[in-house]
């Protein structure tokens, strides 16, 4: 029982390369969310999805894009990777009670 | 502004004290609080959910203050397992949580 697994676990990249971080999860959640933290700022929302093909844009999305064909997998992709974009990468699941469970993260480097 | 806001610490406390802590948030329409656990570079995980009656789970207790906007947790009898950061959240619904930075708990021994 995986739960919710992320992939790649720590990614190491260059300024403008295309990079795309897997969330997959196993509960049929229909809720999945993708969130950077960052020091000083917390998590914050980059985007979420109520349901496949369903996604919007959360507080900080520009350079970022979602999809959502399958209900499991959430993967997100920067499109042209920025320093600015270096952080900790969080996707997580609900499916109601406002319970949300994370992911163990992704460590992302921008060089 | 922030709509979270939380004192960052940290909190050192010794083993067997108590310590608590608040944080603010600023959208009066938030119905639901909650803390999260966060250890060293791993995932927030739920510690417990907010109501406005209060309520306590353990050695933890968690008040809500509408009228004040604020949200607090106390650790009795801290443990050095308590030692994390623990993460406000509000939230508007059930889906879009919004995230405090984070109270740094150190429990000595």
């Known amino acids: 029982d995986a739960g919710i697994t992320q992939s790649p676990r720590y990614k190491i990249t260059e300024t403008g390369r295309q990079v795309t971080l897997m969330c997959h999860q196993t509960w049929s959640h229909s809720y999945m969310f993708w969130y950077r933290q960052d020091l000083g700022h917390g998590l914050r929302l980059i985007y979420y999805?109520?349901?496949?093909?369903?996604?919007d844009k959360g507080e900080v999305p520009d350079g970022y894009v979602v999809s959502r064909s399958k209900t499991e997998n959430f993967p997100l992709t920067l499109e042209s990777a920025t320093r600015s974009q270096t952080s900790v990468y969080f996707c997580?699941?609900?499916?109601?009670?406002?319970?949300?469970?994370f992911g163990p993260g992704t460590r992302l480097t921008v060089l | 502004r922030k709509e979270v806001e939380q004192d960052p610490g940290p909190f050192n406390v010794p083993e067997g004290a108590t310590v608590a802590f608040n944080c603010t948030y600023s959208?009066?329409?938030?119905?639901?609080f909650f803390w999260y656990r966060q250890d060293c570079r791993k995932e927030p995980k739920l510690l417990m959910s907010?109501?406005?009656s209060g309520n306590e789970d353990g050695r933890f207790t968690a008040q809500l203050n509408r009228a004040s906007q604020y949200i607090s947790l106390l650790i009795r009898d801290s443990k050095l397992s308590d030692s994390a950061t623990y993460l406000c959240v509000a939230s508007l619904n059930d889906y879009k949580l919004s995230f405090g930075a984070g109270t740094t708990v150190t429990v000595r021994a």
């Open positions: 999805s109520a349901a496949a093909d369903i996604t």
């Open positions: 959208n009066s329409a938030s119905q639901s």
């Open positions: 907010v109501y406005s």
């Open positions: 997580a699941s609900t499916g109601g009670a406002d319970t949300q469970y």
